[in-house]
């Protein structure tokens, strides 16, 4: 686990850029194919795309029943992550910190030393799960915060990486208490899972009866081998490193978004943001607006291979920090954007 971390992170821009073309193509059939096995849900596999890409956290917000667990574990599957790499809890206010950052070691604490066996816990897997990841408690808070942000946890005073690549969290409701709000914060993106029901019936019916066959016999249509995990961490990698690449010129520096955001969608970017603040309320802080750079660069790169155009800022309908502002949001966003 650790040594492919190792080697995607000696690889260059000239590694990657030759094979970048291949693993978007591979991507795209990723996230189109899995959409089939789904009921109106292909806009929210294309959000776990990006954000696994661009590593950035996102929240599935919806009623229970509305296939958030089943559509992390169909990613999972179809990218063939193991379960090794694989973590996914339901936290409640009764969670300990034990059951998710791993139970303490009680042979080297006699020893004098506070060390968690981790294996088979959050800070060993690739990919994490957390269901109502708002019901932690404190402790639980504070260690996944230090994951999120800083990619580490500690192990008897010293901090160790965590090889975490890609985390949803899911909720039923997003509660508004303040000592949460630096978690919603870390989730750049949120995404409504909406009953469907009203609108697709019969297309509902007939997906829950092939789901319930498939599971009944054990069988995974959706694995098809289109993409891995791998290939996640090179798109990252290879984005991460463009986004990084300056090139000078007689003008001075040439810089990412000279190349691939263009000034007119730039000024449409930031018109949303501050239509939204000043109409709505919603404020979206100054760390998640440069998250916002990334993601929106990350879509426009998979989805059409080149800079940012104004359809890619269909991303800014995610930033709500509750239903209601996502709600707004869904409707709000295309209409200022003329989409």
Known sequence: MMRLMTELSSLTLDDLAADASEIRARLNRFRT?????FVKRQHIIDLMVVSAV????????GVPGTAKSELVTKFRDALGVSQDDYFEYLLTRFTEPSEVMGPIDIKQLREGRFVRRVGGRLPDAKLVFLDEVFKSNSAILNALLTVI??????QDGQPVKVPL??????????PEHAELGALRDRFALKVIC?????????????????????????ARPWVEGHASLDDILRAGRYLTLTMADQKETRDGVERDRDRF???????EFR????????????????RRVVKLYRLLRTRAWLFHGGRVERDDLRLLAHLGETREELALLEEKVPTLLGL
């Not at 194919?33 to 096995?37: K, T």
């Not at 661009?54 to 917000?61: K, N």
């Not at 955001?261 to 000024?267: A, T």
């Not at 018109?271 to 100054?286: A, G, H, M, P």
């Open 271 to 286: 018109r949303v943001l501050k239509t939204i603040r000043r109409e709505d309320e919603i404020f979206v802080s100054d």
């Open 149 to 154: 942000n800083e990619r580490k946890y500690y």
């Open 194 to 218: 909406h009953s469907v029901q009203d609108d697709h019936f019969v297309e509902l019916i007939d997906a829950g009866l092939d789901g319930q066959t498939h599971k009944e016999t054990n």
């Open 54 to 61: 661009a590593r950035e956290p996102l929240l599935l917000v």
């Open 165 to 174: 690549e890609v985390l949803f969290g899911a909720t039923n409701e997003i």
């Open 33 to 37: 194919s899995l959409g089939r096995f």
């Open 261 to 267: 955001f263009p000034e007119e969608v730039m000024r």
